[in-house]
T-cell receptor, first 114, second 111 residues
Framework: ETGVTQTPRHLVMGMTNKKSLKCEQH?????MYWYKQSAKKPLELMFV???????ENNSVPSRFSPECPNSSHLFLHLHTLQPEDSALYLC?????????????FGEGSRLTVL | QKEVEQNSGPLSVPEGAIASLNCTYS??????FFWYRQYSGKSPELIMS????GDKEDGRFTAQLNKASQYVSLLIRDSQPSDSATYLC???????????FGPGTSLSVIP
């Protein structure tokens, strides 16, 4: 596989469920990101990991919990979500040196909270 | 003041014309600037990066940066219907290791 892969592509969950989004990158990058994209809103940065260490938590509610076990994998654990959390969740990776800031996105996980 | 601002559009241009997309940013410490293209139902795709003042050309695309005015633009020459998409301006701040996106400008190229 190449690029950035996200699973699942679509997820429907109730407010009391617990689920996880998974992201895997095959680009050898050292930085990984979670973004949220809602209708009519700019992309919102949620979390940043550099070399597996979290360097940014952009005031995200605790019902979203990230995990980065290594530089190639990133998870977003979801629990007791609200309907307003329904959105497209995008994972991205980036090299840290030379082309830092150039993001490569996965296809996204479309989340619907009932 | 929002960190990255763009005209939301929609911007409509006829096929073959030049499309001009504009972006302003608020943080003078910003160091790297990017344009992403997002087709409906798809994820954003990087199309241009620019790091120093002036113009950078890549095929039909030209990015322009003016740090004194805190202004970035993207010109698309000979616009094609396949260029119809939302164009996102993004700014990278090394000190914060963050890539901040603008709201995007919707471009429609009319055949």
């Amino acid at each position: 596989e190449t690029g950035v892969t996200q699973t699942p592509r679509h997820l429907v969950m109730g407010m009391t469920n617990k689920k996880s989004l998974k992201c895997e990158q095959h680009l050898g990058h050292n930085a990984m990101y979670w973004y949220k994209q809602s209708a009519k809103k700019p992309l919102e940065l949620m979390f940043v990991y550099n070399f597996k260490e979290q360097t940014e938590n952009n005031s995200v509610p605790s019902r979203f919990s990230p995990e980065c076990p290594n530089s190639s994998h990133l998870f977003l654990h979801l629990h007791t979500l609200q309907p307003e959390d329904s959105a497209l969740y995008l994972c991205a990776s980036s090299p840290l040196l030379g082309a830092a800031g150039e993001l490569f996105f996965g296809e996204g996980s479309r989340l619907t909270v009932l | 003041q929002k960190e990255v601002e763009q005209n939301s559009g929609p911007l409509s241009v006829p096929e073959g014309a030049i499309a001009s997309l504009n972006c302003t940013y608020s943080d003078r410490g910003s160091q790297s600037f990017f344009w992403y293209r997002q087709y409906s139902g798809k994820s954003p795709e990087l199309i241009m990066s620019i790091y120093s003042n002036g113009d950078k050309e890549d095929g039909r695309f030209t990015a322009q940066l003016n740090k004194a005015s805190q202004y970035v633009s993207l010109l698309i020459r000979d616009s094609q219907p396949s260029d119809s998409a939302t164009y996102l301006c993004a700014v990278y701040k090394t000190s914060y290791d963050k890539v901040i996106f603008g709201p995007g400008t919707s471009l429609s190229v009319i055949p």
